[in-house]
């Protein structure tokens, strides 16, 4: 047991190395490719970098319901819009200040996750229907966060208002030219940029530690693994769902700040655009592995950054589902996930 | 019958909309066929799509009848589903479903910039031709002359119905059944899983592609965005919400689903939301669809009481 385990861990680690290598190795041989210098090696990879941290954390969501429901809660993309939604209008309409937003918008995700809970899966986990059922039910749920967001919000793009942005510390959204020397390396990044990532990893890092070292997180696990015998070890069950529910919609929810912060355009159906891009991200990287996560998010970002760079901006959507495609015919689990056990 | 539709007709349902109905149906059909074989795939947006364009171009560009045209979409349809199904049945449950969304995505980029693709060729191969603009991306083709008409639709479905009734009571039907329930015990009993499951992807996706065929003839316009990972869902949607255990359930599905935003039209902005609240108000408490053949057993039953109590009523009316 042991020793497989070992192999295993070596496995996903040599994986994430190649993958890690190859988005590098591409950004350094783009000039070749292109025959001529427009943007540093550099600059591609910190954008990659920040674009898939955005990425990443938003699939998460999606990762976290499915380990543990064994459901795809296809509501998570609306969560994301209302948590930007909440980010946004709490500065425009309530002149919130601006830090505030991302712990306002994750708690307000966080509540409409529990929310949908109650109303599109409890009702069906109950009757004990089908997945398929639940699937529909969370598609319901969705349509009515985008129509009650379109309602509310009208349908023209929002962002933060450029005076707020304007007052934070360091000049945040001006970009400014950094170069490693030893690397040779130049690229310019905005403070907000870096903030993004650092909140973005610090975010993942904090799920990783409490689904993998909390007493909470040994009860997720439980719960994942069978819901009888969670019950039988006095777990509640139903806690856990909502406990679930609550994580999933606070990671859309700072996500949904984190992309306003990115782009200056959040309308009701910026959900439905991140929603595939999100269950691209954990297949690629292996559903309910926090790690595959990341290494998916960065992997479509690359995708999406490379293409546009060599100048087939159109094939950027297309280019991670023809991985996607490779990869489940080679790796059904996905590049970090564990390969399950047929049981008949 | 000026009297129906004259009903139907106020309270949203014109003809358009009804043919609408009856094309949809035929596209729950068609996802229902997969479902019935325990394979959750969601290309039939992908195979829609093909059906679709195929058939307008060859109407449009090459001046080909109607009937023609849509039957050489729903072969192409069925081609493009071999080499997809092979590689992409052995997955299962998400994954499956995934994969085959990736399907219908790539589909729609295709068509998008088919255009582009053609021209890139055109230059590499160092042709002198202009490049013909074909698919005409984001804007689509424009000006298709509506062709589709009520009464092939109603006779596909009522053909289709026959296929289905058919189908479940043949061996196909069983196997399908088996692999379903069980995918390794049917292979274990000598059922060969790998051609039914194709089979059955390969037949859903001709019935996907002549659905596409009927709705590109009907809106005089069709566009890449049409076909798109919504689209997919919508499908499923209307299988599902007419229940997977009978086959007239996702007929039924597709007929309600797409009438519902029309009867609700009145309300305007709230129609989306009241919508979504409609959709899950059934799945809750229809979990098994509008075509549970348990749910009509009921509400015969209490028709029956309700009839048992007049009936009762007047025999001891009569005695009194």
């Given at each position: 047991m042991q020793a497989s385990n070992l192999v295993l861990k070596l496995k996903s680690v040599a994986i994430t190395a190649l993958v890690m290598l190859g988005i590098a190795l591409f950004a350094y041989e783009l000039p070749d490719i292109l025959d001529k210098k427009v943007l540093s090696p550099e600059q591609h990879l910190t954008t990659v970098i920040w674009v898939g941290s955005v990425y990443s954390l938003f699939a998460l969501g999606y990762a976290l319901v499915f380990s543990i429901l064994g459901v795809l809660n296809l509501s998570h993309s609306a969560v994301f819009m209302w948590g930007g939604y909440i980010g946004v209008m709490s500065v425009i309409r309530y002149d919130v200040p601006i830090y505030y937003t991302l712990p306002l918008a994750m708690l307000g995700g966080g509540i409409i996750g529990v929310l949908v809970d109650l109303i599109a899966f409890a009702p069906l986990r109950r009757r004990n229907a089908p997945r398929i059922s639940q699937l529909i039910s969370s598609l319901g749920a969705s349509a009515v966060l985008v129509n009650l967001a379109q309602l509310e919000f009208g349908t023209s793009p929002e962002r933060f208002p450029r005076t707020t942005l304007k007052e934070?510390?360091?000049?945040?959204t001006v970009a400014r030219p950094y170069t490693i020397d030893w690397l040779g390396a130049e690229f310019r990044i905005t403070p907000l940029q870096v903030s993004i990532v650092v909140i973005a990893f610090a975010l993942m890092l904090l799920l990783q530690y409490l689904v993998a070292r909390t007493k909470t997180g040994k009860a997720m696990r439980v719960v994942a693994f069978n819901q009888k015998v969670a019950g039988l070890l006095s777990i509640s069950v139903g806690g856990i769902f909502r406990l679930t529910f609550f994580l999933a919609g606070a990671l859309a929810g700072a996500a949904g700040v984190l992309y306003a912060l990115a782009y200056p355009s959040l309308t009701p159906f910026t959900g439905d655009e991140m929603a595939l891009k999100g269950l691209t991200v954990i297949v690629l990287g292996g559903l309910g592995s926090i790690r595959g996560a990341v290494l998916g998010g960065l992997l479509v970002a690359a995708f999406e950054v490379y293409a546009t760079a060599i100048g087939y901006s159109w094939l950027k959507d297309a280019l991670p589902f023809v991985a996607l495609f490779l990869i489940l015919l080679f790796r059904p689990q996905g590049l970090l996930g564990e390969a399950t056990v047929k049981r008949a | 019958m000026g009297f129906v539709s004259d009903a139907l007709a106020s309270i949203g349902l014109n003809e358009f909309v009804i043919t609408l109905m009856f094309v949809n149906a035929i596209l729950a059909m068609s996802i229902y066929l997969t479902l019935y074989g325990g394979m959750f795939s969601l290309a039939n947006a992908g195979f829609m799509a093909i059906g679709s364009y195929v058939s307008v171009i060859l109407t449009q560009n090459?001046?080909?009848?109607?009937l023609p045209a849509i039957l050489v979409g729903m072969v192409a349809a069925g081609l493009i589903a071999i080499p997809i199904g092979l590689p992409v049945l052995r997955l299962r449950d998400i994954y499956l479903a995934i994969a085959t969304i990736g399907f219908v995505e790539i589909t729609r980029i295709m068509i998008l910039n088919f255009d582009k693709i053609i021209a890139e060729v055109y230059t590499r191969l160092h042709m002198e031709s202009e490049p013909p603009k074909i698919?005409?991306?984001?804007?689509?083709?424009?000006?298709?002359?509506?062709?589709?008409k009520l009464e092939y639709l109603i006779v596909t479905v009522i053909i289709l119905s026959y296929f289905m009734i058919r189908m479940h009571r043949s061996r196909f039907g069983r196997a399908l059944a088996a692999i379903r329930q069980d995918e390794n015990v049917a292979a274990s009993q000598g059922i060969n899983v790998v051609y039914y499951k194709n089979a059955a992807f390969i037949l859903g996706a001709m019935m996907a592609g002549l659905g596409g065929g009927f709705s590109g003839h009907l809106s005089r316009i069709i566009q890449?965005?049409?076909?798109g990972f919504g689209t997919a869902v919508d499908i499923l949607a209307y299988s599902v919400l007419g229940g997977i255990s009978s086959w007239y359930g996702p007929i039924l599905g597709g007929l309600a689903l797409t009438a519902l935003p029309e009867v609700l039209r009145p309300l305007k902005e709230y129609t989306g939301l009241i919508n979504g609240v409609v959709l899950l108000i059934f799945i809750a408490y229809l979990p098994g669809g509008l075509g549970d053949p348990a749910l009509w057993r009921s509400v015969r039953k209490t028709a029956g009481r309700i009839v048992n109590f007049i009936n009762k009523g007047k025999t001891a009316n009569a005695g009194a």
């Open positions: 934070l510390p360091y000049e945040a | 090459h001046d080909w009848p109607f698919t005409n991306g984001p804007l689509g083709i424009t000006g298709i002359p509506v062709e589709t890449p965005g049409s076909y």
